[in-house]
């Protein structure tokens, strides 16, 4: 064996020592994880942070409780824009929310809702189709710091220009501006917005049910899962969805080869939206 497959197989080991400490200590389980991902991820974490080897990395991890937030960081951190990819939010506007209309109050469960684009994004959806006050949107995380970004709602000015781009596509009603205030580089959505929003810690690889839900929106969560936990999420999903409920997933996500894929049929096929059958199997 070459020195580098010894060195990469050391470091594996190394790895998946490193995650099973970290669900022994605090509960958070990434052991199934897509493994190339979470490598990458930890190989970040380790130069940033200017730790030597994994096993160095994990002994902070047991000995310094300020290590834990800092290394989720890296393991949960996601890159999201408000409406992103824009004819998936013009296909809740125009195909689902006519389904919604039709119910008298409503839950939304916004699952890895990392620092609150997506979340924001459907708020001003359902307030500009005149749904928001019936509403009860749940925004979830497994990473706490990213959970009070997205309740704080700024994000940096330069960020708005994309923001602005992405709602007009969705088929927004009026301008984005009149959601939020510009001061000292960056832009402050309007606490109204949050008024029937709850943030709550939640994770698709250890907790329940979440609640009956109309619509769950998952998207670019999944991809970094393993099959065998890609298959738990869904069947959550599944779970946690009211009959005829809707789930919105990423682009390059898909239901095929889960074994809950039986309790779900496409709905918007192109853009990864399905309804939950209903019991009678309609």
Same mark, same amino acid.
């Given at each position: 064996m070459s020195d580098r497959s010894q060195l990469e197989k050391v470091e594996d080991i190394e790895i998946r020592l490193l995650l099973e400490a970290l669900f022994l200590k605090y509960h958070y389980d990434f052991r199934n994880y897509a493994m190339a991902s979470i490598k990458r991820r930890l190989r970040q974490a380790r130069q940033q942070l200017g730790i030597a080897t994994f096993s !160095?990395?994990?002994? $902070?991890?047991?000995? /310094?409780?300020?290590?834990?937030?800092?290394?989720?960081?890296?393991?949960?951190?996601? *890159?999201?824009?408000?409406?992103?990819?824009?004819?998936?939010?013009?296909?809740?506007r125009e195909q689902v929310v006519p389904h919604l209309r039709t119910y008298p109050s409503l839950k939304v469960w916004i699952a890895g809702c990392s620092e609150g684009e997506e979340l924001y994004s459907l708020v001003i959806l359902f307030r500009e189709e005149g749904l928001e006050d019936r509403t009860i949107f749940y925004a979830t995380d497994i990473n706490h710091q990213a959970l009070e970004a997205a309740e704080a709602g700024v994000y940096p000015l330069d960020r708005i220009q994309l923001f602005t781009e992405n709602h007009r596509k969705s088929g927004g009603r009026s301008?984005?501006?009149?959601?939020?205030? !510009?001061?000292?580089? $960056?832009?402050?959505? /309007?606490?109204?917005?949050?008024?029937?929003?709850?943030?709550?810690?939640?994770?698709? *690889?250890?907790?329940?049910?979440?609640?009956?839900?109309?619509?769950?929106s998952c998207r670019n969560v999944m991809i970094y899962f393993d099959r065998k936990l890609q298959d738990r999420a869904i069947g959550l999903f599944g779970d946690s969805l009211s009959r005829k409920g809707f789930l919105g997933i990423g682009s390059k996500e898909t239901l095929r080869f889960s074994s809950h894929s039986a309790a779900f049929v496409d709905f918007v096929r192109e853009e990864k939206i399905y309804q939950r059958r209903s019991n009678d199997g309609g």
């Open positions: !160095a990395l994990q002994d $902070r991890l047991l000995h /310094d409780p300020d290590m834990l937030p800092r290394l989720l960081g890296y393991l949960t951190i996601q *890159v999201s824009e408000m409406f992103r990819d824009p004819s998936y939010f013009k296909a809740i301008s984005l501006s009149d959601y939020y205030q !510009a001061a000292y580089g $960056r832009a402050r959505f /309007d606490a109204s917005l949050r008024r029937n929003v709850v943030f709550s810690d939640h994770s698709l *690889v250890s907790d329940a049910v979440f609640g009956e839900m109309n619509l769950i």
